[in-house]
């Protein structure tokens, strides 16, 4: 399948061609991912959808550096991730890259303002921690702790740590995961607000095709196969998302 040309304006951030990953797992080999060929764009948020075992949380992986392919080729604007050593991808993976999970990862003996300077303190050009948390709505929460903070304030926190060394590609596996619904929708505000006012390009991992509305792009995926590929001619508000 050609990867689609998406509606923003930006070049290509991210291209891979021929894509697999195979783990073995005893005398079975799983193939994660069976030739994938895709292109993401500056400033672009492309939801990837795909149930448990489809590919897109390894697909993620390999785009943030955690983990490399098994063969074909991905690279992050001229570089070489397929190919890169460890060193490389550490490098690539501090200056480029922002991290957001299912899971909080916060130091429970940090306040949220704390949580978010561990990170923009070995930055080279990053936001406040007070810009940054103001970013995703928590400027009343910046004294707080993880344990003061309910489980969508702590992603909010999580977030805004993530955005705040201003990274050019913001990944996000489930980000709302461990969400209901109500408290979900904010954490997706929060990701749809940074993505407009930094231009960073985003890409949020999920199953739950709900929130497909709110992308420039949805790529579903299927038994390590990109199955579907759409553009929404306008994004949808989160708030407005049927869940």
Known sequence: MEPLQASTTGSAVFQTRGLTKTYDQGEVQVHALRGVDLDLYGGELVVMLGASGSGKSTLLNILGGLDVPSTGEV??????????????????????????????????????????????????????????????????????????????????????????????????????GALDSATGVLVLEALDKANRETGTTTVIITHNASIAGMADRVITLSDGNISGERLNERRQDPRTLSW
Do not use: W
């Not at 690279?75 to 999970?101: C, K, M, N, Q």
């Not at 978010?116 to 707080?144: C, F, Q, Y």
């Open 75 to 176: 690279r992050y604007r001229d570089f070489d991730l397929s190919t890169a050593g460890d060193r490389e991808l550490t490098r690539y993976r501090r200056e480029h890259v922002g991290f957001v999970f299912q899971f909080y990862n916060l130091i429970p003996s940090l306040t949220a303002r704390e949580n978010v300077a561990a990170v923009t303190e070995i930055a080279t050009n990053p936001m406040t921690p007070e810009e940054a948390l103001e970013l995703v709505g928590l400027k009343s929460r910046i004294d707080h702790f993880p344990a003061q903070l309910s489980g969508g304030e702590q992603q909010r926190v999580a977030i805004a740590r993530a955005i705040a060394k201003r990274p050019d590609v913001l990944l996000c596996d489930e980000p709302t």
